[in-house]
């Protein structure tokens, strides 16, 4: 299967994605969907326009990801939020632009610039900048989103894991193993979990499944955070 193909393929139901993603559910339908106020319509970010699908793509979730990182610091003004998606996807022809590593890496990086300044981002929730010696930087929550992403090596360079506790982390989500659901060496995190507190030792854990004892640890720290930002 394709990467592109992958970025298509619906892996979750809203609840499950926003659970992983650490944001409420009625967010996540938001910047899929939009949603009416009153008398005003607002339209989805992530998708070109509303479906009725609640069923989350593997690209809809990265780029989800992405959303994540500036509303963590950041009240987004979502108009200019989606107006800079939009014009990264008619530049690059892509579905999911901010799941590709074009916009990232490289000359790609003045696209970025392009469609901040196109769709009036305000500086403050800009992904890049470039200084008077004409080099593009990526700003703090650009780069903390992609210390968290896997690029393939194809010419696009589609998102093709994530790292939810970055690099150094045993933890990945992967739309090729075990569904995309978080995990280490192949084994859900939560399934770990709950043998740790259904009373199992985290040693006997690691020995059952043949894993470090660090990675179980992992692991765990993984869903006690994911646990409280439920």
């Known amino acids: 299967m394709t990467n592109d193909t992958i970025l298509e393929r619906p892996l979750y139901d809203e609840a499950l994605a926003a659970e992983f993603l650490n944001v409420s559910q009625s967010t996540l339908h938001w910047w899929l969907e939009g949603r009416r106020q009153g008398s005003k319509t607002y339209a989805p970010v992530l998708r070109r326009e509303p479906t009725g699908s609640k069923e989350v793509t593997w690209g809809e ?9 500036y509303r963590r610091t950041h009240e987004v003004p979502l108009s200019k939020i989606r107006d800079f ?50 080099q593009t930087l990526l700003t703090h929550p650009s780069e903390s989103f992609l210390e968290r992403v896997e690029f393939d090596d194809s010419e696009v360079g589609f998102v093709i894991r994530v790292h939810p506790n970055g690099r150094e982390s045993p933890v990945v989500i992967d739309p090729e193993v075990r569904y995309g659901t978080p995990n280490v060496e192949g084994i859900p995190t939560e399934t770990l979990a709950e ?35 439920a």
């Open 61 to 69: 979730f990265v780029e989800a990801r992405f959303l994540r990182e």
């Open 85 to 134: 998606v939009s014009i990264l996807r008619d530049s690059l022809e892509i579905a999911y632009p901010l799941a590709s590593a074009r916009p990232w890496v490289g000359p790609g990086q003045r696209l970025l610039i392009h469609a901040q300044q196109e769709s009036e981002l305000p500086p403050e929730l800009w992904a890049a900048y470039e200084v008077s010696s004409g």
């Open 195 to 229: 043998l740790v507190m259904a009373g199992d030792s985290v040693e006997s854990v690691a020995k059952d499944f043949d894993l470090k004892l660090g990675y179980v640890v992992a692991a765990l720290g993984y869903e006690r955070v994911t646990s409280l930002a």
